[in-house]
Each structure stands twice: as C-alpha cells, then as structure tokens.
C-alpha cells in the first residue's frame, strides 16, 4: 500500500516586508531624477579640475566611476564623461586600470605609451585603450595644446574592479601639504602617505599584475581541444592574442563617410571593425545645412561632442539646443532626432555609444524616420 505523502502548511510568516512595493516606488522616484536631469551641458560651465592622473572637465561628477555620483550631471547609467587638456609638450600621469576607455582626439597631436608600445596619433583620431594596460598620453606639440574627449565604462565598478594603479604623477600635481613621501632603495619617489594612513602608491598592484601577465601567456594549443575545458582555455588564449595585435589608435581621416537611413556617418568603431575594446561603438556624423538626422531609438544610451555647427535634438517630444563644444546625452529607450539650426554650414559630432546593453541581450533598435 503506497504511503500517502502528506501535505503540509507553510510556515506562518514572521516577518512581512515590502519588497516589491518598494522597488516600484524608488524607480518612480528615480524615473523623476533622470527627467530633472539636463540632455545638454555647456562646455563653458563645467570647470577644469587637476587630479594626479590629469587635467580634465568631469562631465558626469567629481568621481564619475563611482557609481553614488554616476547621476550627478546627466541621465547616463553606464558611461562616465571626461575631456582632458595636454598642454604644450605636456603629458598626463602613467596608470594602469582593469577598466577599458575610448579617447576622441579633438585637438592637437602627439602619442601614446601602451605597455612600453608606441602610437601616434592627431586630431580626429580615436585612442582604444584595453583593459589593464599601462598607458600614457603625451602632447607632441611645443606650440599647442592637445584635447582629448573620452569614457570609461562604469560596468567595472559594478563588478569590483575598478581599481586604479597609478603608476606616475601628473606634472603639474602638488600632493597634500604635510604629506610623507615614500622613496624605494634607490631614494626615487613611489608614493606619499598622509594623515590618517591613506596612501598613494605609484606602482602596480603585483597580484593583480601576475594574474594579468599570465593571462597574456597563455599557451597556443597545437592538437585540437579534447573537451570544454582546454575548449575554453584555447579561445580565451586566442581572444587575448587578437586584443593584443589589433591597433590601438583608429585613424579617422582614413575612414570614408556613408551615407544611410540615419544620416552621413563616420563609423570609427563598431562590431565589424577590429579593436581592443569591447564596450563601445563609436562615430561622426554630419548634419547638412537646416537638414536633420534620422530618428530611432535604442537601449543602449549614447553621448554626443558636438565638433562644429549648433542645432538642437528633439528627444521624447522635448526639444535641447545644443552649440559647439557642448555635451548631448540620450539616455535609454529614447525616440530622438538631431537638427541642424544653421541653414549655411554643416553641424558635426562625435557619438559614444554603449555596446553593453546588446552583449545582455537588450540591444533592442527601431528606426523611425530616414534622414533628409
């Protein structure tokens, strides 16, 4: 005779929360954040700060990878927004960082130092630096200054590793008064430590070091892998070598624009060209005289430098004037659609966009309008 099983209660609860209520009530909250929020910031009120690593105007807060002042200026989740100035014969400060970044050269020209390698670039350019690499920006010119627009993906700071290693001090840095400096065997500067134990260290972290290093020596397999295993240890392998020979700097003058059902776009970057980074997509595009770009949405958000002209966006039914030098963010599921106000001359931008939200299965597109 089966034995019967025997249906039993559930527990009684002890404690009631309101989970659910509460999400629903902080994202209304902060779906009302984001609309306070302006589309366009003024190249002119956002200040030059100098911080260790560089001279920069931090267009999304004091500390954009941190993720409690991700929200501080613009409406943008996933990428923070930086313009540095190099001046003439100047440099920045060498680091190393798990984040990988995306620089447009607006002004000038010099050279990088990625890993102990060098490349050249000038304005018009774009700058790829993977994740952990050693880089270093330098200005080539002793009359001019350089400009250099750029992001670092936020994601990282998500998943822990946002660590910065910094390697060297910017030049023109001055470390806090009464700050003791640290100098190794041969009295060179490595660090300073100040009150309350807090310290600098100019070198890189040598656990995390290690582990990179050894990722980039991974052995290429010579039989064909016997099971998922060394399957996975082979095309990580294969992934690091082709990160490592692609180029780091994208030479914008020798990419033809196209014309398409957006507009006249520059594509710099995107899925079908070769590049170190993973996390952007990257083009200029061209406004006619009084003409307009396409309109379409997307999840995925997207920034704009404007290079020259002045225009506005119509962005959810909601006009944004925009000029020359000025900062345009689109953030998610957006409907938008650029203008250019000026019936005599092009307008012109560069656009940043993240590849993040495809690589989770949300890069959801919906062109709406052709470009004329």
């Known amino acids: 005779m089966e034995k019967q099983i025997e249906r039993q209660r559930e527990a009684e609860p002890v404690e009631i929360i309101r989970h659910h209520e509460e999400i629903q009530l902080k994202q209304k909250a902060e779906d009302k954040r984001l609309e306070s929020l302006p589309r366009v910031l003024k190249y002119q009120d956002i200040p030059w700060t100098l911080s260790a690593n560089a001279c920069c105007k931090r267009y999304t807060g004091v500390t954009p990878s941190a993720l409690d002042q991700r929200l501080l200026n613009l409406p943008l989740y996933s ?27 607006l002004e000038g020209e010099g050279f990088e130092i990625h890993d102990g390698i060098r490349y050249e670039w000038e304005a018009g350019d774009l700058m790829c630096v993977p994740t952990y690499c050693v880089h270093q920006h330098f200005n080539r010119s002793g009359e001019k200054s350089a400009r250099l627009f750029f992001s670092v993906p936020i994601v990282f700071e998500m998943l822990g590793i946002s660590r910065v290693e910094q390697v060297g001090l910017h030049p023109d840095y001055e470390i806090p008064a009464g700050a003791a400096i640290t100098r190794n065997e041969r009295g060179e500067m490595v660090g300073y430590k100040v009150e309350g134990g807090l310290e600098l260290k100019l070198s890189a972290d040598l656990l995390h070091l290690q582990k990179m290093e050894d990722k980039k020596a991974l052995a290429q397999m010579t039989a064909k892998p016997g099971n998922k295993y060394d399957q996975f240890l082979n095309t990580l392998g294969e992934e690091t070598r082709w990160r490592q020979s692609v180029p780091h700097i994208i030479k914008g ?41 396409g309109k379409h949405r997307h999840l995925s958000e997207e920034v704009h430098k404007i290079l020259s002209g002045r225009g506005y966006d119509i962005q959810n039914g909601k006009r944004y004037d925009w000029g020359e030098e000025d900062v345009v963010a689109i953030p998610i599921n957006t409907v938008h659609q650029h203008f250019n ?13 993240s590849r993040l939200y495809t690589y989770l299965g949300h890069g959801g597109f919906e062109h709406l309008e052709d470009a004329s």
């Open 79 to 105: 990428l923070s927004l930086l313009e540095q100035v190099l001046v003439p014969g100047g440099k920045n400060g060498g680091h190393r960082h798990f984040n990988e970044a995306i620089f447009y050269i």
């Open 253 to 293: 003058k020798e990419i033809p624009f196209e014309n398409t059902r957006m507009g006249k776009i520059k594509y710099l970057l995107s899925p079908y060209s070769p590049s170190p980074l993973l996390l952007y997509d990257c083009f200029i595009q061209e406004i006619p005289p009084g003409g307009r770009s």
């Open 341 to 353: 106000a000026d019936p005599r001359h092009p307008a012109t931008f560069v656009s940043f966009q």
